[in-house]
């Protein structure tokens, strides 16, 4: 039986939370199966709370030379990765982007016009261009002029791959969201034929041990028994605390579940905090957490002894950087000092060249 203290080491080590890792940008998003990027520069926080010596302009490079790329996939929502995973997810997560579209509000505004006409027109449309969503609602209304522009450019986004270009996502430039064919940027179709298992046991090394609630938690997907189940043979498998069975691959760290875990910086939407359906390995029982997790583009959260513990922003004024860190509840002095020692190389990190300030506070409610 592996109770919560067990996983959340294996968690924190398996996503390099525990110790840095010397690691090239693009190895280490592989490893993670691809980032959160719903704002735009929070996998570069992600990689230099995971990595030793984090080169910003290594991961901007990779971005702007089509080595990485921003897309929509797993649970629908916007994740940095490498090209090749860009063929292999996009294919795989496709149903879910599906099902999530026809539940939306944006479905039912259609009024009869067909999903796979707009997919056909949209997907000319951006072989040649990219376009933000409103541009892209007004090219499609040229050819249904009663339709609604934003349902129509919704519907299109969710069914044909694409790709939001730079300068979206590139460190210290910038840019609007602009979107473009992923076949016609990547000079490659999406894979025909995923290799699901792969990609399951590519999760279990980066998250397990898992349950199958959790891998569908993750990813968006329903149905995923039957992955899991081929891929018995060559998994172990334990129990949580609940009984519920845990599936993992074979060799991957677990750590002895009093192995001390240094606090972490994690950016908005870390995946960490949102890759399993019982989220009590890293979030304390009966805290209530935002999904995604922060406030959309201006706040991160804490680790501290490896569970979610509260959040932090920076705001710069004038010549100043000033870190706020806000806890839940009172820390103890070491924990409080290694937040400030670790938040003061934050700030050189992402404020350098402004005068550091570090403000701690805790939260009343």
């Known amino acids: 039986m592996l109770g919560p203290r067990a996983l959340n080491r294996a968690l924190l080590a398996r996503q390099h939370l525990l110790e840095r890792v010397s690691s090239g940008a693009l190895v280490e998003v592989e490893h993670l199966v691809g980032m959160q990027a719903q704002a735009p520069l929070s996998p570069y926080v992600g990689l230099w709370s995971r990595l030793d010596a984090f080169d910003p302009a290594e991961l901007a490079a990779a971005i702007e030379d089509r080595r990485a790329v921003r897309t929509s996939l797993m649970r629908s929502t916007i994740h940095l990765v490498t090209a090749p995973d860009a063929l292999d997810l996009r294919a795989w997560t496709q149903p879910a982007l599906t099902r999530g579209f026809l539940s939306s509000p944006f479905a039912r505004r259609l009024d009869g016009i067909a999903i796979d006409e707009i997919a056909a027109l949209g997907s000319e449309i951006v072989r040649d261009g990219a376009f933000s969503r409103a541009a892209l609602g007004r090219r499609l209304a040229e050819r249904w002029p009663e339709g609604d522009q934003d349902a129509m450019a919704y519907a299109l986004t969710s069914h044909v791959p694409m790709v939001q270009v730079p ?102 939407y870390d995946n960490v905090l949102l890759g399993h359906a019982d989220r009590s390995r890293i979030i304390p029982a009966g805290r209530a957490i935002p999904l995604p997790p922060g406030n959309g583009a201006s706040m991160g959260t804490i680790l501290v002894d490896g569970m979610y513990a509260g959040t932090w922003r920076i705001a710069r004024a004038s010549d100043r950087a000033t870190l706020t860190i806000e806890s839940f509840q009172a820390l103890a002095s070491a924990d409080r000092e290694a937040l400030e020692v670790e938040g003061a190389r934050l700030l050189g990190f992402v404020a350098d060249g402004f005068e550091p300030v570090i403000v701690m506070e805790t939260s009343t409610t």
């Open 167 to 268: 300068p979206r996502g590139v460190w210290g430039r910038g840019g609007p969201v602009a979107w473009t064919s992923q076949e016609a940027w990547l000079g490659r179709p999406v894979s025909d034929r995923p290799d699901a298992g792969r990609i399951v046991t590519r999760y279990l090394a980066a998250f397990g041990p898992a349950t199958i609630a959790d891998l569908g938690a993750w990813s968006g997907l329903t149905r995923l028994g039957p992955i899991v189940e081929a891929l018995r043979p060559d998994l172990v498998t334990d129990r949580d605390e609940n009984g519920r069975e845990l599936f993992d691959v074979p060799v991957a760290p677990r750590p002895d579940p009093d192995t001390p875990a240094p606090p972490r910086f994690l950016p908005e």
